[in-house]
Every structure is written in structure tokens, then in C-alpha cells.
């Protein structure tokens, strides 16, 4: 298993497996604690694992959480999506800078999200299942929605977007997020 750094955002990772093709298909790993612990991730912190099923064109994000953030392997398990991440880390040389990266089934790729940023996707296919290994159990009280369509990203989402949560219909502005992780505004989370 390769592992690569992102250029653009600092402390994204992608973990590039190695899938053993035949006539049956293919095998491949998709996390390994050794790999991942000579990255610099400690394997044991993840607590949570979940998937998600998407139509095409759907969106999903940007979302991140207050406080202590959380970190996260995502994965295209199957199907393609537009996988985005956004620095939201204040003290960061890539602060607000956002990176995209094309995650697909065939490739099983994960990329490694560190806490404190801003994760969304668009899938590519019909549908698109994509797996998350996080490091924090779920407190909905910490959720931040950053508007996938912010002109201040310019973020350049290959389809329409067809469907969307209303969390991600009424996300906040990237500033209004940055805002709400510094705990300096009030209201709703977005």
C-alpha cells in the first residue's frame, strides 16, 4: 500500500491499495495499522464505522464538527465519487485552501481526513457507496454545514446537484463556519 500526500491541503493523506485482479473480480486491503501507524495516524483511535449510499449527483457536505474535530478514512466502496476537504486548522499554512480527489470503487483508495477539516462528496455514479472509518463517536451537537456551493471555494462540483439534505440546503458560509468553530457565534449550526 502506497501512501501519498496531498499537495495542496497539509496532513491529508491517501492510502493507495495494491487490488489483485482475476477473473473473478479483485482483493485488495483497505486499511492496514501498520501502514497507517508509519503515516502517523494511530490505528486504535478509530471508534466508529459507517457507510453511506448515494444516488447520482447527490451531494453530501461540506461537513466538519466543533471542538475536538474528527478524523476519518473515507473510502468509495463502490461506484465514484468527488471527494472534497476543506482546512478549516486557523493555525495552518493551508488554511481555507480545499483539495478534491476522485475516490472509486475499482481503486479503493481512502483518504485520510484529519480532524478539523471539512469533508463533502458528489457521486459520480448511481449509486455510490462510500465508507468512513471515524475517530470520535457521532455528537450532533457539534455538527458544522459549510455551503458546498460557497463562491469564497469556488469548488468546481462535476454535476448539478440533484438532491440534498436540508442541513446542506441551509449550511453556513465558509466564514460563518470558521466563525462558528471559534465559538464566536451563536445560533443554529448550519
Not at 447527490?58 to 478524523?71: D, Y
Not at 463502490?78 to 486557523?90: A, K, M, P, S, T
Not at 471539512?118 to 455538527?143: M, N, W
Request: proline share 6%.
Amino acid at each position: 500500500m502506497e501512501v501519498r500526500r496531498l499537495a495542496n491541503v497539509e496532513g491529508a493523506l491517501l492510502f493507495l491499495p495494491t487490488p489483485h485482479v482475476d477473473q473473478r473480480g479483485f482483493f485488495t486491503r483497505t486499511f492496514d495499522a501498520e501502514v497507517a501507524g508509519n503515516a502517523g495516524i494511530d490505528p486504535g483511535a478509530f471508534v466508529q464505522d459507517s457507510i453511506s449510499r448515494s444516488a447520482q449527483g447527490v451531494v453530501r457536505g461540506l461537513h466538519t464538527r466543533r471542538g475536538e474535530g474528527e478524523a476519518k478514512l473515507v473510502r468509495c466502496s463502490y461506484g465514484e465519487v468527488f471527494d472534497v476537504i476543506v482546512d478549516l486548522r486557523r493555525a495552518s499554512p493551508t488554511f481555507k485552501r480545499w483539495e478534491s480527489v476522485l475516490l472509486r470503487g475499482d481503486e479503493q483508495t481512502s483518504l485520510y481526513v484529519p480532524a478539523g477539516f471539512a469533508h463533502g462528496f458528489q457521486a459520480l455514479t448511481d449509486p455510490a457507496d462510500v465508507a468512513y472509518r471515524i475517530d470520535r463517536s457521532y455528537d450532533p451537537t457539534e455538527d458544522v454545514a459549510i455551503a458546498f456551493d460557497d463562491p469564497s471555494l469556488a469548488i468546481p462540483w462535476p454535476l448539478d446537484a440533484v438532491l440534498m439534505s436540508d442541513r446542506d440546503r441551509q449550511a453556513l458560509t465558509l466564514d460563518e463556519a470558521v466563525e462558528r468553530m471559534a465559538g464566536t457565534s451563536a445560533g443554529p449550526v448550519g
